[in-house]
C-alpha cells in the first residue's frame, strides 16, 4: 500500500497590476530556492491571480529497527 505524502501550503496573491513575467519570476524563485511546486493557479475577473504553491513535509521514519538488524549492523564496528 502507497502512503500519501503530507504537504506544507503556501497561498500567494499577486495584485491586478503584476505582469506574467513578474508573476512567472516570483513563482520560479520559490520554486528554485525554495523548493515548492505549483498547485494551482487562479486567474479573477480583476486580473489578480492566487497561486497555491506546494512542497511535501519530509518526515523520518520512526519506527525502530527489528533487534536481528540492529544486531548485525553494530557488528561490523566491533573488534575481532
Known sequence: ???MADYSY??????????RDVARRILT???????WE?????LYADGS???????????PDRRPMPPS???MSLSRFSAP
Do not use: C, Q, S
Not at 10 to 19: A, D
Not at 29 to 35: K, L, T
Not at 49 to 59: M, S
Open 1 to 3: 500500500m502507497k502512503v
Open 10 to 19: 503556501l497561498v500567494l496573491y499577486l495584485p491586478r497590476g503584476t505582469t
Open 29 to 35: 524563485d520559490h520554486a528554485e530556492y525554495g523548493h
Open 38 to 42: 505549483l498547485a494551482r493557479v487562479a
Open 49 to 59: 491571480r492566487k497561486a497555491t504553491l506546494r512542497r511535501p513535509i519530509i518526515r
Open 69 to 71: 538488524t540492529a544486531r
